[in-house]
């Protein structure tokens, strides 16, 4: 099974619940990492990140805060992870400078044609999702919660 690192993870339903909880004010880092339950150090830590890359923007002053660098539409969750953690590396049997005298031939490995299909669908599903689209789906488990059955 595949796992982002507690970075990414954290990133993701940082910037996911800034979408979410965006109005018209800036939303403080205090708030979310209370609401996310997220160590504020470790978010303030990602938010400089986050700004670098351009997915959030700082607004300074007594009500300021963070809001999205674009529309959530336009923010891909792989971009998100990609500003935490880097570009994707391939897995590394797809490497051929990291082949060694226990890996198998490329010609002949089963392994390494599943793990370049892997490398491949990560980054598709990363990229064809966006904040918008896990708002979208929040507020519907919200509301089939909110339905009696």
Do not use: W
């Not at 923007?57 to 963070?66: D, E, L, M, Q």
């Amino acid at each position: 099974m595949l796992k982002l690192s507690t970075r990414s993870s954290y990133g993701v339903r940082a910037v996911f619940d800034l979408a979410l909880y965006q109005g018209t004010q800036p939303v403080r880092i205090a708030t979310i990492a209370e609401r996310q339950k997220i160590p504020r150090s470790y978010l303030q830590q990602i938010f400089v990140r986050l700004r670098r890359s351009g997915i959030v923007k700082a607004i300074r002053g007594p009500k300021g805060g963070f809001r999205l660098g674009r529309p959530a539409q336009e923010i891909r969750i792989g971009d998100v992870v990609r500003a935490l953690e880097g570009e994707f590396k391939p897995l590394l049997c797809t490497m051929p400078e990291n082949f060694g005298p226990n890996c198998h031939d490329v010609d002949g490995c089963v392994s390494r044609l599943v793990c370049q299909k892997l490398d491949g669908q990560l980054n598709k599903i990363l990229d064809s999702s966006t904040l918008s689209e896990l708002c979208q789906e929040s507020e519907r488990l919200k509301i089939l919660k909110e339905v009696p059955l």
